[in-house]
């Protein structure tokens, strides 16, 4: 199985700051790395996939980047709406995984 | 607009069966890929399984393979996963997902919200 690290596992930050999270493959994985928000309650929503591609409609502050193991996600400036966990997802191999997550959380 | 619910969660003691269901509405269901998800308190998420758009399995996470069984029916635009020997550590709540295909891979672009699953005695 293909294992995704994801770091930090939580963070603080402001309103407008700039928040980036890493995303690290145990293969090469070329670019199936998907992002996922994900708030309780509600039902995930993919962000970015195929590592750098946008999903209609998710605002241009949201980006991606990256490819065969290492990967990264970056927030350029965090809106209140924002504070959720987000998840990194291969599609490479099955099965599918996830990264931990990351909780971004108001400073 | 795209919707999926899903439906059949419960409280069940454990080694019960539980059949869960999906139901797809707003595309062309019998053109997608299919997949469910589950998130257990507190933890993160899990892929459970998936199938092709022609009722062909994709695939089981080892944690559920030989007790759980996914399956489609295109005519009633539903997923539905039966779920046996339910264990407390399958307690989660579970989410069907529509698969999409890019050129840049695939990925899921619609969920539902989810339904619970608990199995305690």
């Known amino acids: 199985d293909i294992q995704m690290t994801q770091s930090p596992s939580s963070l603080s930050a402001s309103v407008g700051d700039r928040v980036t999270i890493t995303c690290q493959a145990s293969?090469?994985?070329?670019?199936?790395l998907n992002w996922y928000q994900k708030k309780p309650g509600t039902a995930p929503k993919v962000l970015i996939y195929?590592?750098?591609n946008l999903e209609t409609g998710v605002p241009s502050r949201f980006s991606g980047s990256g490819s065969g193991t290492h990967f990264s996600f970056t927030i350029s400036s965090l809106q209140p709406e924002d504070f959720a966990t987000y998840y990194c997802q291969q599609f490479a191999s099955l099965p599918l995984t996830f990264g931990g997550g990351t909780k971004v959380e108001i400073k | 607009e795209v919707q999926l619910v899903e439906s059949g969660g419960d409280l069940i003691q454990p080694d019960r069966s539980l059949r869960l269901s999906c139901a797809a509405s707003?595309?062309?269901?019998?053109?997608?890929?299919m997949h469910w998800v589950r998130q257990a308190p507190g933890k993160g998420l899990e892929w459970v399984s998936g199938?092709?758009?022609?009722?062909?399995?994709?695939g089981y996470a080892d944690s559920v393979k030989g007790r759980f069984t996914i399956s489609r029916d295109n005519a009633k635009n539903s997923l539905h996963l039966q779920m046996n020997s339910l264990r407390a550590e399958d307690t989660a709540f579970y989410y069907c997902a529509r698969d999409a295909t890019s050129i840049s891979g695939n990925y899921l672009d619609s969920w539902g919200r989810g339904t619970l699953v608990s199995v305690s005695s």
């Open positions: 195929g590592a750098s």
């Open positions: 707003g595309f062309t269901f019998d053109e997608y890929a």
């Open positions: 199938i092709n758009y022609i009722s062909h399995v994709i």
């Open positions: 293969q090469d994985i070329k670019n199936y």
